[in-house]
């Protein structure tokens, strides 16, 4: 993909409607902070630049849906968070609280509740 198309997707995912501003206090099921934090990012879509990025350094040896993978610790999940890479930004703990980001942890972690 060129690169501009690229940078049009994150700009596109980055202002993506209801995902920002709501009150983050309030705590939420790992889902729930998931949907709204990742989601515009990480989704099952060709418009998410989270996605893509993630197809291109995988190469199909692991599921670039976030929520496909059964790889990931919620380490990892805490570490990136906070962190951020690349064009992935980091979070700060008034947008994602430590509570809602153990449970973002946990359910990347175990998607669909396996564990
Ligand atoms: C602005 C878009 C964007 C948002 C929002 C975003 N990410 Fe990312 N994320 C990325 C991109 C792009 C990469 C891939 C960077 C690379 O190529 O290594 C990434 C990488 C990651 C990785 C590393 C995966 C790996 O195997 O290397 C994790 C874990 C991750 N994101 C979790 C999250 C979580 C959890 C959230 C929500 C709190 C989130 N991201 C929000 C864009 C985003």
């Not at 976030?66 to 919620?74: F, N, S």
Request: charged letters at 20%; one cysteine or more; hydrophobic letters at 45%.
């Amino acid at each position: 993909m060129k690169f501009w198309l690229f940078c049009a997707a994150v700009l596109a995912a980055w202002s993506a409607p209801p995902a920002f501003g709501a009150n983050s206090a309030q705590p939420m099921a790992g889902k729930q902070v998931f949907d709204k934090w990742c989601l515009p990012c990480h989704g099952d879509s060709d418009q998410a630049p989270g996605t893509l990025a993630l197809r291109v350094k995988y190469k199909g040896t692991l599921p670039a849906v976030l929520e496909q993978r059964t790889d990931l610790t919620a380490a990892t999940v805490k570490y990136f968070v906070r962190h951020g890479v690349l064009v992935m930004p980091f979070f700060r703990k008034t947008e994602i609280s430590d509570v809602q980001l153990n449970a973002l942890a946990n359910y990347l972690q175990d998607p669909r509740g396996r564990k």
